[in-house]
């Protein structure tokens, strides 16, 4: 792990509104055991599954959901972006390029960038059966976005049952995608 913060690489983690929002601080442990700085990102409907201030004091960093007010203090930049739990919403939202939340506009703004972007969804199957998704999947695909759905991935549970779901949720594979990105600055 590198000696001091200042030479932490840094992860986004974007939260969305899904049944495992409320485990994202599992995630952000073992970021954090793999030497990255993490910076909770939540879309606005995800802030009432997390419990915004225990991630505050774990990560050592305000949660992010909104836009900065002027004279606060800037986040840092990503090295590499996880979208976990994504949305069936905002998977089909960043696909299209529309960037109607805060987190929207820096994780479009990211992608455009070439910052690498790893998406781990939890969605149903009646989610996953529609055109609009499969599309969306494909076109975050081709711009070189890992998504991480299919077998030996994240697999769509029945509608109904994401409860039960939950606790299989796959964390630590989002996290074996960002090995190349964590090398020491
Ligand atoms: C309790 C609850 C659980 C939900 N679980 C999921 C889910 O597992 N996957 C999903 O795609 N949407 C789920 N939704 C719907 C999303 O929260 C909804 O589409 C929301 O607009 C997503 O916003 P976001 O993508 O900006 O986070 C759930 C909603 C509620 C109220």
């Known amino acids: 792990?590198?000696?001091s913060?200042?030479?932490q690489k840094t992860l986004y983690v974007v939260v969305c509104a899904a049944g495992p929002a409320s485990e994202v601080?599992?995630?952000?442990g073992l970021a954090q055991d793999r030497g990255w700085t993490v910076q909770i990102m939540a879309?606005?409907?995800a802030v009432s599954f997390i419990d915004v201030e225990a991630l505050g004091k774990q990560t050592g960093r305000p949660v992010r959901s909104q836009h900065r007010a002027p004279g606060d203090p800037r986040s840092p930049k990503a090295d590499a972006i996880v979208i976990a739990p994504a949305t069936f919403n905002t998977i089909n939202k960043l696909a299209n390029g529309i960037a109607d939340n805060y987190v929207l506009d820096v994780?479009?703004?990211a992608v455009g960038m070439g910052i690498p972007t790893i998406i781990l969804p939890f969605v149903n199957s009646a989610y996953a059966n529609r055109i609009s998704f499969n599309t969306s999947v494909e076109k975050l695909r081709i711009e070189g976005i890992d998504v991480l759905i299919g077998p030996g991935k994240f697999e769509p549970h029945e509608s109904g049952f994401g409860s039960n779901a939950i606790e299989e949720f796959p964390w630590e594979l989002a996290l074996d995608r960002t090995v190349n990105f964590n090398a020491e600055k």
Do not use: H, K, Q
């Not at 601080?25 to 952000?28: A, D, E, F, K, S």
């Open 43 to 45: 879309t606005p409907a």
């Open 1 to 3: 792990m590198p000696e």
């Open 107 to 109: 994780v479009n703004e």
């Open 5 to 7: 913060v200042s030479e």
């Open 25 to 28: 601080g599992t995630l952000v």
